[in-house]
């Protein structure tokens, strides 16, 4: 198909906005899914997101539709998630697009998310559809949200169009204004290949399945490619496109777009973001990739059985492919073994990648509690990144240590202002500014330690505002902070597990916590075992786990007092030597229990 009759296009809104449900209705309209095989939330085909409800993963689909008198367009949609931890999957739809649909609920109005992705869209160039969805419901106010929505895009609210994605109304129309307002892809189709690697997954009998959208050229069927970042050489085994379902096809044109199987089973050999090309005729320059994400927290994930390791990291190799904002390094710990040090976007992003080791693969796994990256500035001016509280270095060589700050947007109806203040607060937050954004929402802009947000921010700001708060967050670097490593001593012995980076404030109260929950966990031994916790040589909290007694004078009956005397000093002087000697074993289920106990007490 010729390349003026081509669409590429995003729908990009807040957390249940009904994006996958605007995306069925045009699957109906355009007749791609016959309606015997239509299911609600069509395009989330992940078990984990028809339980959650959620879009995890972007999905991108090929329609066909005629607008009359002008004949047959070509639809590439790609439908996105909404929840500020897969961000990175909407920035690379937005690479692989020329318009995006910004829906926005006419119950809920302009949320936090909207705003974030709005910019996204702005900055990336994009033709911007805003739409009102929603408007059957009771109560929605379509001309209160087109009022705050064209306020944020600085355009005519006569220009945001109002729809129901559930009902269908207003969605045919929809279909018609992406056609004429939406460009078609500029690009060459003489020049050599270029495409953008924006996704890819991993088929467990042909490999690496690369999703491309093709900028410049043509990709074909046994064309000899390579991709320029990192230097991997293939063939092309299929080429095809997304109906949903993968369809082969004999090749992409420019503005395409849709997936190549080359046989590469590496799956470090293709990374998203990179550029394809032609072996003989070769693009001069890649194309710029979308903006690599960083990630903000990081957990230890390690194998309940220590068998199961090389599986484990075979595992993370396959979904790493399926998820960009993944990443792992080898690690090991005294009290866990050999395990991996993964980083991610954020806590929903963590209990997904736990969640989909744990179904897809078959693995028993245990996570520690999360924590963030830290700058640490050494006396000597030598700047080192801590991924890992354990492997903070010794306090009397550290200046300074920095942590990851974020610009957090909450968006929050008048009568809740004051609980969202007191919040921040509570979370070591810096109020900045205030705006009315329309008589029932109001925006607060603040400034946030990343460590405070991660484990249940969230939670609590739905909580004190009744759910209608919403959230938004970028992160703009490392300030210093009054931070110290607590370690927590199990009969002497540091335990690396369960060491963690907190507030020099909060140390004793923290302490007090893990220190009191290990001592309910940990089985008593023939001797006193102390569990401290300490921050350097000064121990802020202690517990003792007394020790199990054995009853030596059960065999002493009547007689002389000096002889129980004598078998009670003996078995003072045993307790005493096997106090040096003994080691305290920690059973799993308390490594387990502590480390939940750990997120759960940070959360509170």
Known sequence: MERERIRNFC???????????????FLEITETVPRQKMADQYLDRMELERERGITIKAQAVRMRYTLDPDGEYRLNLIDTPGHV??????????????????LVDAAQGVEAQTVGNAYLAVEAGLTIIPVVNKIDLPVADPEGTAMEVADLLGIDPGEVMRISAKTGEGVEELLRTVIRRVPPPAGDAGRPLRALVFDSAYDTYRGVVAFLRVVEGRVTRGAK????????????????????????????GTGDVGYI???????????????????????????????????MVFAGIYPVDSDDFQELEDALGKL?????ALTYTRESSRALGFGFRCGFLGLLHMEIV?????????????????????????????VVYVHNPSDLPDLSAVREIREPYVQATI????????????????RRGVYQDMSYLSSRRVELRCRLPLAEMVVDFYDQLKSRSRGYASLDYEHIGFLPGDLVKLDVLINGEPVDALSSIVERSRAHEYGKRITRRLRELIPRQLFDVPIQAAVGSRVVARETIKA????????????????????LERQKEGKKRMKMVGKVEIPQEAFISALRMSREERAR
């Not at 729908?11 to 995306?23: E, M, N, R, V």
């Not at 199990?548 to 000096?562: F, N, Q």
């Open 411 to 426: 968006l929050s109806p008048p009568d809740y202002v004051g609980a969202v203040l007191e919040l921040v607060k509570e």
């Open 354 to 382: 736990q969640e989909r080791l744990e179904r897809e693969y078959g693995l028993d796994l245990v996570v520690t509690a999360p924590n963030v990256v830290y700058e640490v500035v050494k006396r000597n001016g030598e």
């Open 261 to 295: 199987i080359t046989g590469v089973k590496d799956v470090g050999l293709i990374k998203v973001g990179d550029t394809v090309t032609e072996r003989e005729r070769p693009a001069a320059e890649p194309l710029p990739g979308y903006r690599e994400p960083k990630p």
């Open 85 to 102: 931890d897969f961000s990175y999957e909407v920035s690379r739809s937005l690479a692989a697009c020329e318009g995006a649909i910004l």
């Open 225 to 252: 490619v390579s991709f320029m970042a990192t230097g991997t050489k293939a063939e092309v085994d299929e080429v095809g496109y997304f109906s949903p379902e993968m369809t082969s096809c004999p090749e992409l």
């Open 11 to 25: 729908i990009i809104a807040h957390i249940d906005h009904g994006k996958s449900t605007l995306a069925d209705r």
């Open 548 to 567: 199990r007694r054995k009853d030596v004078l059960a065999k002493c009956y009547g007689g002389d007092v000096t002889r129980k005397k004598k078998l």
């Open 320 to 324: 790493k492919l399926n998820d960009a």
